[in-house]
């Protein structure tokens, strides 16, 4: 699982460093208590996650609690159907009291099937940004606050489409996760070092609670749990925070797809340009092939495409 991923990759990229004895890190090693500490911040980077709520770790779409709430929301816009559908005899029949022939008029027809249409889109467009992607535009935003504003009837009393709540997570604009959803997944950190740290790790691997603990922080500082930057982050740390973004990218969630190792390239290029990753171990990571020495062992043959190396090298 990700946990082993992460563990190896780390301790591969530090071996790899190690080895080398030109470029970026010629005179940086780490001797056998240091490997070991690599070695074991890896395998429990993640421990602090026991105490997050399964639904939260496994949320699959942005309106899922114990179960999918766009099922729901379509019902609603079926029951909306039905009204316009009802709407529509209504008026044809007081059209034939009136007018003395069956013939349905054109213009209440051609109304009805457009507001069948119209709801049709709105639930096809509901459906599919449930699923968290990487970008949500303000755009697609404005479409669910107008689609929210339709209503319908619950026990003769009339309700918007969509509650409060479910614009809030509809309109999340990465992943699946609301704010509040986000700082309980992002507390695993700070409690992977409060756990880490209350274990009497020997003095020669008492860096292993603030190495695991550092996987989300970042080069800018705006990482998490402690908001360290730059110098405070010891390359140890940046290696599993690179390792771990790695891995995520690359593998299947219940949130999303695996993505191919092109792609994935490319956002942890940019990754380095937003100062979330490390420069110069992210262009050894490329120079020394370590992504695709890990592909081959570990992702499905149509995630291993072709990948650009001048161009990756040219963004650092």
């Not at 500490?37 to 890896?42: D, H, N, P």
């Not at 096809?124 to 935003?141: P, R, T, V």
């Not at 969509?162 to 509809?170: D, G, I, K, R, Y």
């Amino acid at each position: 699982g990700h946990i082993r991923r992460v563990a190896e990759l780390t301790l591969r990229i530090a071996q790899k460093i190690n080895e080398t004895s030109d470029g970026l890190f010629a005179d940086t090693g780490f001797n056998a208590d240091q490997l070991k500490e690599i070695r074991l911040a890896g395998w429990l980077h993640d421990i602090g996650k026991i105490t997050t709520p399964e639904f939260v770790v496994d949320k699959s779409t942005k309106l899922s609690t114990i179960s999918d709430g766009i099922v729901t929301v379509k019902t609603r816009l079926e029951l909306l159907k039905r009204d316009a559908e009802i709407a529509f005899l209504k008026e044809w029949i007081g059209h034939c009291l009136e007018e003395g022939h069956t013939e349905k008029p054109d213009a209440l027809e051609g109304q009805f099937q457009e507001r069948c249409r119209q709801l049709d889109e709105d639930g096809a467009f509901l459906n599919e940004i449930n699923y968290g992607g990487e970008y949500l535009a303000e755009d697609k935003i404005d479409r669910i606050g107008r689609i929210a504003r339709n209503r319908w009837f619950l026990n003769g009393e009339e309700q918007p489409l969509l509650s409060e709540q479910e614009v809030t997570n509809l309109a999340i604009r990465r992943g699946t996760l609301n704010n509040e959803e986000r700082k309980k997944i992002e507390n695993h950190a700070a409690v992977t070092l409060t756990m880490l740290s209350a274990l009497p790790f020997p003095k020669k691997i008492k860096n292993v609670p603030s190495i695991a603990a550092s996987h989300h922080e970042r080069i800018d500082g705006r990482g998490y749990p402690r908001g360290l930057s730059g110098d405070q982050l010891p390359l140890q740390a940046r290696i599993i925070a690179l390792a771990d973004v790695f891995e995520a990218l690359t593998a299947k969630r219940p949130y999303k797809s695996a993505k191919k190792i092109s792609e994935v390239m490319r956002i942890m290029a940019m990754m380095v340009k937003d100062n979330h990753l490390d420069r110069d171990l992210f262009r050894f990571f490329i120079e020394e092939k370590l992504f695709l020495a890990y592909a081959e062992e570990n992702l499905a043959t149509d995630q291993q495409d072709e990948v650009d190396f001048d161009f990756l090298l040219d963004q650092q």
